[in-house]
Nanobody, 120 residues
């Protein structure tokens, strides 16, 4: 069984920063893509940023220049550094991982989510 555990959410004021972390644990062969999504009340879940095992990154237009995704493959951990936060960044942030299982099949997993609230 694979688990993704997020941490680092909280309440901040506009313009401040937060750093989210997500650790993958369990039995698998390799993690391919890791990413962060967010979902605000009444809205669909949307991609914030993703990173491949080779460190290629992809960002939503709304966070480009403010957020930075990175990963530590040795620790099976992905990070999201969020700077210049805005009230519209308020959401539950979810970690996502696409990995290769021991059976060499592809699997996708979600974390439980961490709340980020930005006050104006």
């Amino acid at each position: 069984q694979v688990q993704l555990v997020e941490s680092g959410g909280g309440l901040v004021q506009a313009g401040e920063s937060l750093r989210l972390s997500c650790v993958a644990s369990g039995s698998f062969f390799r993690i391919n893509v890791m990413g962060w999504y967010r979902q605000a009340p009444g809205k669909q879940r949307e991609l914030v940023a993703s990173i491949t095992s080779g460190s290629s990154t992809n960002y939503a237009d709304s966070v480009k220049g403010r957020f930075t995704i990175s990963r530590d493959n040795a620790k099976n951990t992905v990070y999201l550094q969020m700077n210049s936060l805005k009230p519209e960044d308020t959401s539950v942030y979810y970690c996502n991982a696409h990995l290769l299982g021991r059976d060499l099949r592809n699997y996708g997993y979600w974390g439980q989510g961490t709340q980020v609230t930005v006050s104006s």
